[in-house]
């Protein structure tokens, strides 16, 4: 994220003496990506950030992925999956799709989590539901239901729900930010953009918690490990930079809308390795006098569409089954689009009341335990109205 911001005590000099008020030096740390040649942080702590004392691994249990065999389109219902017990936003985490570019799960979290940190991508967090803090190393961040957390690679966080927190987890193999179209040459929002700097909020006081041994769990590139630091990673004292987590509310995202139906990319919020990310937003419809204001039939022949539906009623769906909580999958190969009847139904209409999260991914989505667990295996069927689950 390539706006500036400084929070809490820094020295005016980056890389020059800065004395903790016993006479002590406060510990440097650059926080940056793509080696020393992009965006970056310095965070000042009260203790050494390379002290661990232990380091154990963790068996990952998030299971295996099934390919999309035999391939057809499929929806899945969140509100299907079932935990018991406390469960927290990081171990609690149940895996529903993934590639080699991104996994994509979902949790019920009613309980703190443990420090995290994951060493193998940034990850974006969309809060459907509930509300809580995201503690990190660069301060604490409230969010609610609508909210998108990014979290940049190797940020050491937890979350600590206040109320259950229903959350779509999206764990990149590289980074995650605003479409590079959206931005100048030296990163500033540009007017095009659906949203800008203001929309954007983030950390703004140091969060400091005392501490010794204390426990962070790690994902890396070759898996999980539990690491014990002589002292609380939450130390920094300050920092400022570019690099640092953010929330973006989705209410801020501003719909672009035309005389005739506008694609899918005008709805883009995010970009990561080889994925975007969409808001669908209530909005004005088309306004041309013949317009169809409902989605063409279309294919994707370079992508996986994944719609996750949060809120209203998505109109081109009506029919199928889809409600808040569902998700569907139209995979590249399969030509998808208005339930029956949603065309002739839409036609007149001035506004459509619905709110979506989408991801496109430019290789093909696996199937993970849970989404297999959570399907509605009618829903392939639901254009033609007759299929082997329908008779």
Same mark, same amino acid.
């Given at each position: 994220?390539?706006?500036?911001?400084?929070?809490?005590?820094?020295?005016?000099?980056?890389?020059?003496?800065?004395?903790?008020?016993?006479?002590?030096?406060?510990?440097?740390?650059?926080?940056?990506?793509?080696?020393?040649?992009?965006?970056?942080?310095?965070?000042?702590?009260?203790?050494?950030?390379?002290?661990?004392?232990?380091?154990?691994?963790?068996?990952?249990?998030?299971?295996?992925?099934?390919?999309?065999?035999?391939?057809?389109?499929?929806?899945?219902?969140?509100?299907?999956?079932?935990?018991?017990?406390?469960?927290?936003?990081?171990?609690?985490?149940?895996?529903?799709?993934?590639?080699?570019?991104?996994?994509?799960?979902?949790?019920?979290?009613?309980?703190?989590?443990?420090?995290?940190?994951?060493?193998?991508?940034?990850?974006?967090?969309?809060?459907?539901?509930?509300?809580?803090?995201?503690?990190?190393?660069?301060?604490?961040?409230?969010?609610?239901?609508?909210?998108?957390?990014?979290?940049?690679?190797?940020?050491?966080?937890?979350?600590?729900?206040?109320?259950?927190?229903?959350?779509?987890?999206?764990?990149?193999?590289?980074?995650?930010?605003?479409?590079?179209?959206?931005?100048?040459?030296?990163?500033?929002?540009?007017?095009?953009?659906?949203?800008?700097?203001?929309?954007?909020? =983030?950390?703004? &006081?140091?969060?400091?918690?005392? /501490?010794?041994? @204390?426990?962070? %769990?790690?994902? *890396?590139?070759? $898996?999980? #490990?539990?690491?014990?630091?002589?002292?609380?990673?939450?130390?920094?004292?300050?920092?400022?930079?570019?690099?640092?987590?953010?929330?973006?509310?989705?209410?801020?995202?501003?719909?672009?809308?035309?005389?005739?139906?506008?694609?899918?990319?005008?709805?883009?919020?995010?970009?990561?390795?080889?994925?975007?990310?969409?808001?669908?937003?209530?909005?004005?419809?088309?306004?041309?006098?013949?317009?169809?204001?409902?989605?063409?039939?279309?294919?994707?022949?370079?992508?996986?569409?994944?719609?996750?539906?949060?809120? =209203?009623?998505? &109109?081109?769906?009506?029919?199928? /089954?889809?409600? @808040?909580?569902? %998700?569907?999958? *139209?995979?590249? $190969?399969? #030509?998808?689009?208005?339930?029956?009847?949603?065309?002739?139904?839409?036609?007149?209409?001035?506004?459509?009341?619905?709110?979506?999260?989408?991801?496109?991914?430019?290789?093909?989505?696996?199937?993970?335990?849970?989404?297999?667990?959570?399907?509605?295996?009618?829903?392939?069927?639901?254009?033609?109205?007759?299929?082997?689950?329908?008779?």
């Amino acid at each position: 994220m390539a706006y500036y911001r400084q929070v809490g005590e820094i020295p005016r000099k980056r890389h020059t003496q800065f004395r903790t008020p016993e006479g002590g030096l406060y510990a440097e740390e650059l926080m940056g990506v793509e080696g020393f040649s992009a965006d970056s942080a310095l965070l000042y702590h009260r203790h050494l950030p390379t002290a661990i004392v232990n380091a154990e691994t963790v068996e990952d249990t998030r299971g295996t992925l099934t390919p999309n065999l035999p391939l057809k389109p499929r929806a899945f219902k969140t509100q299907d999956l079932t935990w018991s017990g406390d469960v927290d936003a990081v171990t609690g985490r149940r895996r529903l799709f993934g590639n080699a570019d991104v996994t994509i799960g979902f949790v019920t979290a009613n309980a703190p989590s443990p420090l995290y940190r994951n060493a193998a991508g940034d990850e974006l967090l969309y809060v459907q539901t509930g509300e809580g803090v995201v503690e990190t190393i660069y301060g604490a961040l409230t969010v609610g239901e609508g909210d998108y957390v990014v979290l940049p690679t190797s940020c050491t966080y937890r979350v600590v729900p206040n109320k259950p927190m229903n959350i779509l987890v999206l764990e990149a193999t590289g980074h995650i930010g605003p479409p590079k179209r959206y931005l100048s040459a030296k990163g500033q929002f540009l007017e095009h953009s659906p949203y800008c700097e203001r929309d954007i909020r =983030g950390p703004s &006081e140091p969060l400091l918690v005392d /501490g010794e041994d @204390v426990e962070v %769990l790690v994902r *890396h590139r070759a $898996g999980l #490990t539990k690491f014990t630091y002589a002292d609380h990673p939450f130390d920094v004292v300050g920092w400022d930079g570019c690099l640092y987590p953010w929330v973006f509310h989705i209410r801020d995202f501003e719909p672009i809308t035309g005389r005739v139906h506008q694609p899918p990319p005008v709805h883009q919020t995010f970009e990561g390795p080889n994925f975007v990310v969409c808001s669908f937003m209530p909005r004005k419809v088309d306004y041309h006098p013949l317009a169809v204001p409902v989605p063409y039939n279309h294919a994707n022949v370079d992508s996986d569409e994944l719609m996750f539906y949060v809120g =209203g009623n998505y &109109e081109a769906r009506k029919g199928s /089954g889809i409600g @808040v909580g569902s %998700l569907s999958l *139209h995979p590249s $190969g399969c #030509t998808h689009g208005p339930q029956p009847g949603a065309v002739e139904a839409s036609l007149g209409a001035d506004f459509f009341d619905e709110t979506a999260v989408m991801v496109d991914t430019f290789r093909p989505l696996d199937l993970g335990e849970a989404a297999l667990a959570a399907e509605d295996r009618g829903y392939a069927w639901s254009w033609a109205r007759r299929g082997p689950d329908l008779g």
